[in-house]
């Protein structure tokens, strides 16, 4: 497994945190989860910041998942992610948005990487948590990394570990 670089974390959380403006905060911890992915063997960054055809609906980061043993081989080829470098946890209309926009595009795994977190309680399942449960029943699920997460990550192995805690967290209990 390939370890991180924390001075190249650092640096990522830095800019977003003294930008002068919100893109330049979101593409700091845009290019911030592209790094994390990019070092996860086999897994390549395929896309930013597009726009679907109706120019409705913009994916952050899309990575191509090649499923090799050492990385993200329990994942779709095809993965969809959400970045949200926001002082607040995400609210429950922006992860139900991510939610419908993986649902438009027939994807039933999606991450959201949220600065804060998401909004209301895993347990009683309120707020943003309970937009996840709903897509869960439907198939569809979503896993949530924070900067306090991402700060813990020494090495690749970090990433994969914590993303296949979430999704037997999310199975066994329906929570993430």
Not at 41 to 60: S, Y
Not at 131 to 157: C, M, P, W, Y
Request: net charge neutral; aromatic share 8%; proline share 2%.
């Amino acid at each position: 497994m390939a370890r991180y670089n924390k001075t190249t974390i650092e640096n990522h959380l830095n800019i977003g945190n003294n930008a002068a403006t919100t893109a330049v905060k979101g593409k700091a911890f845009e290019d911030l989860v592209c790094y994390l992915f990019d070092r996860v063997p086999g897994v390549e960054i395929t896309q930013r910041n597009t726009m679907n055809v109706f120019n409705t609906e913009e994916i952050d980061v899309a990575v191509w998942n090649d499923k090799k043993p050492n990385g993200l081989y329990f994942l779709p080829h095809i993965i969809l992610i959400e970045c949200k470098n926001w002082s607040n946890p995400v609210s429950s209309n922006e992860v139900n948005w991510f939610a419908s926009k993986l649902e438009s595009r027939g994807r039933d795994f999606g991450i959201l990487v949220a600065n804060n977190g998401i909004t209301g309680n895993a347990v009683d399942l309120t707020a943003a948590h309970n937009i996840i449960a709903r897509h869960l029943e439907r198939g569809r699920q979503i896993v949530v990394i924070s900067r306090d997460e991402i700060n813990q990550f020494q090495k690749t192995n970090d990433l994969v570990m914590l993303i296949k805690e979430k999704l037997c967290r999310i199975a066994v209990s329906g929570v993430i």
